[in-house]
Structure formats: C-alpha cells, structure tokens
C-alpha cells in the first residue's frame, strides 16, 4: 500500500526560519519526495500552536493521510503534541515523527544554504522512517497508592506531609536516627532571623505522629525493583538495640553511657555526644540509637550502663538489622546534600589553623542549643572575637574545585555577619567575589547588614595565614585578598574566620541514582526531567527528586519543591493507572545466545536471565525504551519497538545525500 | 636495587655541592641507583623560559632526548624511565618540556627539528621526570627511610620549606597539596625532628629579584626568616638549590638593610636525611652554608667540623682622598675630619 504523507516544516518564528530556507524545503518535500507518498507539505509559523495542530488534523481527516513529519523542534520538546494533535484526528499517535530542524540544524549552523541542505536530508530521513513505522498501543498499569520519600530534611518532611494530608500512605525513610536534616542543626533562617527549630520541629511532629506516615529512621533503602506505579522496594531498618515499644525516651540511658564521642554529624564534630544517643532534644522519633562502633559493651563485652538504669528495660543487645519490603507506586528522593570539605582549600588553613571554622561549625557555635550554648567564642572556647572574617565561595564557583554557585553561601556568610555583630560587637568583613541575595526580602536584609555596619570587601581571598608580616598582626589569621573595588591588595587580621562552604552531592549519590535507575549531571546532582518546566520528575517514571538532591537551594525553594514533587505524585495515585510507553525492547529468543552482555548494561534493570533457556528476558514493564541493550547485543537478537532495524536503517536511507542536489561550496 | 637516571643540573655541581654530595651518602641506606645523563647541559634555569621559547625549549628537550638513550627496560617500581631531577628549577624545566611537547604537537615539532641537528630525537611522554624527595617519599617509603635512621634528630625544631616551584603548576599531579604540601613534613618527622608548621613553605624566596632588585628579594627572605624565628624553628630545610642559596646567601644582607638580626641556618634534607643515617657532617657539605648550622646541630650531639680557611683579611681601601665637604660658610671653616 502507498503512505499518504504529510510534512510540516514549522518557522519557530525565525528560531528556524532565520537560518533555514523553510519554503524551500517544503517545495522540495512535495516535488523530491512525492515517489514515496508525500502528497502535501506545508510551512507554517508556528506548528506547535492550536492553529498549526488544527492544520495537521484537518489534512489528516480531509486528505485522509496515513503518516505525519513534522520538522521543527526537538521531540523531546513537541513529540507529545503532535501525537496528540494526529490522535485527536483519529491518527495512531506512533505514526507521527518528529525532524529536528532546530536544535540539530538551525541552532548549530549559520549558513543559510548548507542548513537548509541538512534540513532537506533529515526531512528526507524522517520520511523514510515513518513509513516504516507501526501504529503502537500504549500499555495501561494500575498504581499503587503508597509512597516511598528518602531523607527527612525538610523537603522530604513537607513532601511526605503533602501526601499524608491528602489520605494516602507514605513511607518515611532517613538515614540519620532523627529526621530533621541540615535544618534542624542551624541556629537561625534567613532572612527574618525565624528560629531554625523553632519553624522545623512542628513539621516533624507532625510528620512523627500522622496516622499516614510510616517513619523509619535510622534505615536505608538498600534494593529497588519494580516500575511506576509498582516499585517493590527494600529497606534496611539498622539495630537501634532500643526497643522501640519500651523506650519512653526519658533520656536515662544517655546520661549514664560513660562513652563520650565527637559527634561529626549533628554537632559537625565542634561538640559530643554519648554512645547511645539522640541527635538532639526535639528528635523525631525521641528514642534514641546505640552507636556500634563506640559502645564500649560492642568493643569489649562490658559496661551495659544503660540496660542497669533503663527504667523500662527497653535496651536490647540482642537486636538485629531487619529488612523491610515495601511496596510504593512513587519515589519521592530528598536525600539533600553533604557540605564541602573546606580542608581541600589548603590555603585558607581549615584543619591547620584552629580559628577558622566553617559554617555548618558557626551554625552550631551559635545555636542556643550547640556546644557553647550559642556563644561565639574561639577554638579554645572562651575567648571572645573582636574580629571576624567571612570568605564567601569556598569551594563553590571556583575551577579547581565546583563550578557552580552554591545558592544560600551569601546569604548565609549575611546572617552570620548579623550574628556576630549582633552577640558579639565585633568587626566583620565578608569578602565577597559577587553578593548573590536575588528572592523575596533577601536584598532587604543585605542592605539591614549594610547598615549594621559590616564591611564589604570585593575579592576572591587569596590566603588566610597566620604568619604575621606586621606587628598588628601577631597572633591572628591575616586574610590575605584582592579588593577589586579599590584595585589594591589587602592584608585583614582577624580573630576569626568562617568559610561559606559550597554544597555538594552526597557523596553517595552516583550509587544512590544508579539504584533508582536515575542519572546525575556532572556536577553529581540528580538530574531532573526538564530544568525549567519540569524540575521534580526524572527520565525514569514514578522517581522525583526535590530539595538539594536536584541541585544547591535554601529552605523556601526545597520546600516548594517538596510540595510540587507531592502534587505530581498525588496526580498520579488520582489517575488509578499510568500508562507506559510502548517503545520497549524485545528478545527474540531464537537469536539469543545467553550471553548476558546486555543484563549489566540495562540502566533500569529490566533485562533478567533465564537459566533454564539460556536466554536473556526483558521485562516490558521494567523497560524504559533507552535502547542501550539493543545497540550492544552482539546477535541483533533484541530489537526496539519504535527502533526497529527497518526503520532505522530506512531513515539512515534517507538522511543520504543522494536525493539531494550538491549545496554550492 | 632501584635505578634511576639522574639529571644534576648545575647548581648541584657549584652553589649546592653539599646537595649533591649529600645526596649521594643516602643512595645506599636507601637501595638506590642513580645514573647520570651523559654529556647533560644546563637547563635554562627560570631565565632562558622567558626570553626564547623554542630554544629554551630545545635546550631542554636536549637532556630529554640524550635520557631516551640511556633507557632501559623498566625494573621494579622505579625502572629507569624516570628521570630524577634534584634541583626545583631543572626538576620545573624537565617536566614543562616534557608536558607541553605533548600538549602542543606543534612545539614538539619544532624542538625535534632543532634536536636533529644534533642527531637527537624526543618523543613527549616517554620519560617520567620526578623530583628527588618525590622518589624518597613515595618509592622509597616513609617506612624504609624510618628503618635507615640510626642517629634521630631528635629535640631539632625545623620548618620544612618546600619553595614554589615543586608543587605549581604540577604537570604530572605528584603532590599532596599545591598550596601546602606535605611530603617534607613527612620525611622530616620520620627522621625524628621535631616539624613545625611553616604556613609559609610554598612563598617565593625571591628568585633571582636578587640580582634585579635586591629589596624586593631582602623583603622575601625576610618574611620566610621572621616567621621560620617567630615560629621557634632552630633551622630551615629546604628542597630547592635557589632557596637555599637566597636564603643562606643573603641573610646578612637583608639583616643588614632592616637593622635585624635574624640567624636561621638552611639546610637541604638530604643533609639531615645523611646525619640520621649516621654520616659525618665532613661527607654531607655541613658548614660550609653561610648562616652556620654549628651551634644549632650541637643541640642534637652533631659536632661540625671547621672546614673553612679563615678569609683572606681585607686589602686596605687605597683610594684617593676626597676634597673636603662644602659647607656655607666657605670662608669661616676648618677641613671636616
């Protein structure tokens, strides 16, 4: 049977048309490719519009056509519109495909003759695939209504929270023995100065006693299986050797634990803690964990201080880890982020020099609640700083280390300025290499720093060093910096400095993403479905990601995300059902040799191995259509639906130059 | 036994013949090999760099490619494919040439050219050009340089001073640390000494601004001294020929222009590395450094021999006397005496 053909070629405006000849290109698709069934080619301005959709359903009913081309953007963009448009005309939407003629064409090339050339061969390409093309039926699967949020700061918390309210159940898991996060360990927000705890621990009460969230603490998802709408999950809920059922948390067993630890995580390592122990006060779930590796009962088979005095003997030795199974039909991830190491600056002396702290430190050194009882006070723990200095930018923005902006380091090293101004009376500098403070009310409180009288200094600092020059600089740390405002080298002595860190992926989050069957961008943060429009979905279907997961945010943007993540994951538990692409990949058993070369490289685990058969099997609903397995089967055994050898070596066909007439050189 | 090709340089051969000597008394303790790159010429020093490239570039590449001859199949770790370079500026030089001959096809080119005058030929890469406590820290070990020591320097407080050639820019990412590295520090605590911190060990110590502009230099030194005193260091130790030559040479000078009285001897490592392991301070060039080292190794039981003649006294300044001073009162006065 002959194809009736129609092809559009859209203007974008003049994104396209500025460069490719677009008429030209329609003439030549109605006149050059008329042999293979092309009976109408049109341009148009804009085909993505409604005007532009109508067009293509219009010709579909009148002209009665049996496959659609439309060139103009990448299908990541309006693969989906179209297909829509063709469907509504009564069209099977596979039978539409898409030629970029923008993002390969119009945007790389600046020669009007050699673009429009390029876009007649990649027309042609898209013409002579979609004749090849099968009409596909889209494969409906129910939803399960629970779902999984990994970490518990506070983009997970307002994530779950969202969920819960709407009546559907959540699993809560953290990693940490309270949920809380980096927020719970800062002394105050920017920029209204709200009290860190104080805005956080009503959310997670709530979170710790909604009748919907089932919280695990102290637990890490270990194995995920499954797809969208039916992941089949594992977590790992680690001894706490607390009985959870006795423990009233009166807090006992941790006054009398004779085992005294620097807590690296929740005091960042400037307070400590006990063997067994609660983060802090307002931790969710208020029992606390034993720590294996310091308990001296676990080191040398004595002591058991805490079981003797446990009022409710709710301490148990014995416990072990447990595996859970779960089964969720959304994965919310909010596992947050890990602070640069501010010991790979080396000349800004953190670890050498005792007085230079980093800003998770001064969160703790100020808070109320921290080891100096929110004095801000030197190494040494008594002394009062007349002089404080903060460095913007450690890490962050800098070649030889991220280059990207860290987000809440400005405002940050701002707060801290209003801090130690404001309990201590010192000097400050924040040396700045830009002052970042964009979002509602964050400029206010800049100019209110201003006021206060900090001082501003504009350079990236070279040094902080404490060997004195001068006499005015016995025995404190010289920041060493450019001031690009006065074009002149400054040596600062202060008795103190704070490094802004930058943030950074949790260092586990390659291994993280791999087992959600999600990817991370250079910079290690997980990469989200569309930067702009699609911020919370991911590439694989039912895993979201919000919070500083995804990339450096403050607390107003991760809890804003935390509920857009919510509101897509509700839209799907609404629908009952999803449906799945049916661009898979098949096996053809007969082919197969069972050599298992594609079981490793699935990035979504769907390819199993049947022993039995000595034959690789894919599972349909596990397959993301990604095509990995099909260019590595070294027997063409396994073939994409969509992605066939026919269509693809008829659209290599096409792309030949061979229809075309040579472009003038 | 570990072999190595050895590229001198000709600072070991004059101003730092104690390097050199020293240097030579620890190859054994340590099982080391070193065989020296026949007929070597100078490097270029920080000097010829500036001026013309591809020549500097090709006198360079000439010590390479003369190296390339003297290779032989690698055995064990070290193999003689490396190239080891005591000197901070021939050890800089070596492996600039070497990593911008194979960043830069086009140099490579070039300097072949120039090199097959001379019947030479290099091929970027094939050579590993290493610096000398590179090798004793990481080939050798820590723990084999603690087995070698039999006197501990025991109670000698030093600052480890690095210089700023070695760990910038690092072509061949062997340091610790680019702004603090660490493999001084190490060496010396296995030696025993007692290491001080000295934030300033990768600061310049002047260069050759001795010679263009002496205050920019005394001021350099100054620094490194003041803080190495203030620290409570008995001595500085260095890597780098140039420092210790600025530092040595030019310390009664620059005391001199700022009215101070700073006495910080410098020493290399090798010399220190030779008294733990027992050697006479006669075989390892100690006291013949400017700033005398004497009183500061008799702290640890170390008597330096005197090995210098007394200087020749000063000629008598024979010039002619000069006509007396012009005051304003020409006619009321007496000769100034």
């Known amino acids: 049977m002959t194809e009736k053909i129609g092809v559009y070629v859209c203007h974008c405006g003049s994104n396209i048309a500025g460069v490719v000849d677009v008429e030209d290109v329609a003439k030549w698709a109605a006149e050059k490719l008329g042999h293979q069934g092309v009976v109408i080619a049109r341009d148009y301005k804009f085909m993505c519009s409604s005007l532009g959709q109508e067009l293509i359903e219009k010709d579909i009913k009148e002209l009665g056509l049996t496959r659609v081309v ?64 099968a009409p596909l039926e889209e494969i409906k699967v129910p939803i399960n209504p629970n779902t999984l949020v990994v970490g518990g700061g506070i983009a997970g ?80 809920k680690k001894a706490r050797f607390v009985n959870e059922e006795l423990c009233t948390g009166c807090g006992i067993c941790q006054e009398k634990c004779p085992k005294k630890v620097i807590d690296d995580v929740y005091e960042a390592g400037l307070g400590y803690r006990k063997a067994v122990y609660t983060p802090f006060a307002q931790a969710v779930p208020n029992y606390p964990v034993m720590d294996k590796e310091n308990c001296i009962y676990f080191e040398k088979g004595t002591c058991k201080a805490c079981e003797k005095f446990c009022p409710t003997n709710a301490i148990d030795f014995n416990q072990q880890d447990q595996l859970l199974n779960i089964e969720v039909g959304n994965i919310i991830l909010a596992t947050g982020y890990d602070l640069f190491d501010a010991r790979r600056v080396s000349n800004y002396g953190y670890g050498r020099l005792p007085n230079v702290f980093t800003s998770l430190e001064f969160e703790r050194l100020s808070n109320a609640a921290g080891p100096t009882n929110g004095n801000i006070v030197l190494r040494d723990g008594k002394t009062v700083p007349k002089s404080v200095g903060i460095i913007h930018c450690v890490g962050s923005r800098d070649r030889n280390f991220n280059n990207y902006c860290s987000v809440i380091c400005c405002m940050q090293g701002l707060k801290f300025a209003h801090l130690v101004h404001e309990r201590t009376g010192a000097t400050v500098y924040n040396f700045y290499i830009d002052m970042r403070t964009a979002y509602k009310a964050y400029d206010e409180f800049y100019q209110r720093v201003l006021e206060e009288g900090t001082l501003f200094v504009r350079g990236k600092v070279a040094e902080v060093t404490d060997a004195a020059r001068y006499s005015n600089e016995r025995g404190k740390l010289i920041v060493q910096t450019e001031d690009t405002l006065a074009g002149k080298q400054r040596r600062i002595p202060v008795d103190m400095v704070i490094l802004s860190s930058g943030l950074q992926p949790r260092h586990d989050a390659k291994e993280v993403g791999k087992m959600f069957g999600i990817s991370c961008s250079t910079d290690g943060w997980f990469t989200e479905k569309h930067p702009k429009l699609d911020p919370v979905a991911t590439m694989t279907e039912g895993i979201y990601i919000v919070g500083c997961a995804q990339g450096p945010k403050d607390i ?42 594609c079981n490793g490289l699935c990035p979504f685990n769907a390819i199993a191995f049947i022993a039995d058969d000595n034959v690789s099997e894919i599972n349909p609903a596990l397959c993301q259509g990604c095509g990995t397995c099909v260019a590595a089967c070294p027997a063409g055994a396994i073939s994409g639906t969509g992605f066939s050898n026919e269509q693809i070596n008829a659209q290599i066909d096409g792309l030949l130059m061979k229809n075309l007439e040579p472009v003038g050189a | 036994m570990n072999k190595y090709l050895l590229y001198p340089g000709c600072s070991m051969e004059s101003s730092a013949k104690a390097y050199m000597e020293s240097m030579n008394t620890i190859l054994e303790p340590l099982d080391l090999h070193f065989e020296e790159i026949d007929d070597w010429n100078c490097c270029g020093a920080t000097e010829y760099l500036g001026i013309n490239l591809i020549p500097a570039y090709s006198l360079i590449a000439r010590n390479l490619a003369l190296a390339t001859k003297q290779m032989h199949p690698a055995n064990g770790t070290g193999g003689t494919r490396t190239v080891v370079a005591p000197c901070s500026a021939c050890y800089l030089n070596l492996a600039k040439a070497d990593h911008y001959m194979n960043e830069r096809p086009s140099l490579g080119e070039k300097v072949n050219e120039a090199l097959a005058a001379g019947g030479l030929h290099y091929e970027a890469g094939t050579l590993d050009v290493r610096h000398l406590i590179d090798i004793l820290v990481y080939d050798v070990g820590l723990e084999k340089i603690r087995e070698a020591v039999v006197h501990p320097l025991t109670g000698l407080k030093v600052v480890p001073y690095m210089g700023c050639m070695l760990p910038r820019p690092d072509y061949q990412h062997r340091w610790s640390d680019h702004e603090h590295p660490t493999e001084l520090d190490d060496l010396l605590r296995a030696l025993g000494a007692d290491v001080i911190d000295y934030p300033l060990t990768t600061e310049c110590c002047g260069g050759h601004m001795t010679q263009i502009g002496p205050e920019t230099a005394f001021e350099l030194i100054r620094r490194l001294v003041a803080d190495a005193d203030e620290r409570g260091a008995q001595m500085m130790v260095t890597v780098c020929p140039m420092c210790q030559m600025n530092v040595d040479a030019y310390q009664n000078e620059m005391n001199n222009y700022f009215g101070t009285d700073y006495h910080i001897p410098i020493l290399f490592f090798t010399q220190l590395m030779g008294l733990a392991f027992g050697k006479e301070p006669g075989e390892l060039g100690i006291g013949v450094e400017l700033v005398s080292s004497r009183n500061v190794l008799a702290g640890i039981g170390v008597e330096v021999p005197v090995t210098q003649e007394p200087a020749a006294p000063r000629k008598k300044d024979e010039g002619l006397p000069m006509p007396r001073r012009w005051t304003k009162h020409e006619g009321r006065k007496e000769a100034v005496k």
């Not at chain 1, 039978?95 to 119009?106: C, D, G, H, M, P």
């Not at chain 1, 953290?174 to 104080?198: N, V």
């Not at chain 1, 621990?201 to 979170?207: F, G, H």
């Open chain 1, 556 to 597: 107003p943007s991760s809890v804003a995300q935390g509920a857009a993540a919510s509101a897509r994951v509700l839209d799907k538990i609404l629908q009952r059902e999803v449906a799945l692409e049916p661009i898979k990949a098949t096996v053809n058993k007969e082919m197969c040799s069972g050599c298992r070369i």
């Open chain 1, 70 to 133: 439309v060139a103009a953007c990448s299908p990541h963009l309006h693969e989906k519109t179209f297909r829509i448009a063709a469907q509504n005309a009564g069209l099977n939407p596979y039978l539409v495909e898409l030629a970029s003629i923008r993002e390969q064409v119009s945007w790389v090339h600046t020669d009007k003759a050699v673009a429009t050339a390029k876009s007649k061969a990649v027309v042609s390409g898209a013409v002579s695939r979609v004749i090849e093309n």
């Open chain 1, 157 to 236: 918390i307002q994530s779950a929270l969202e969920i819960a309210n709407a009546g559907f159940h959540v699993y809560l898991v953290e990693r940490e023995p309270s949920i809380g996060g980096h927020m719970a360990q800062f002394d105050k927000t920017f920029p209204t100065l709200d009290c860190s705890a104080c805005i956080l621990t009503p959310r997670m009460v709530e979170a710790g006693t909604h009748p919907n969230i089932t919280l695990l603490t102290w637990s890490e998802v270990v194995n995920v299986a499954g797809y969208v709408g039916n992941f089949n999950v594992t977590i790992k």
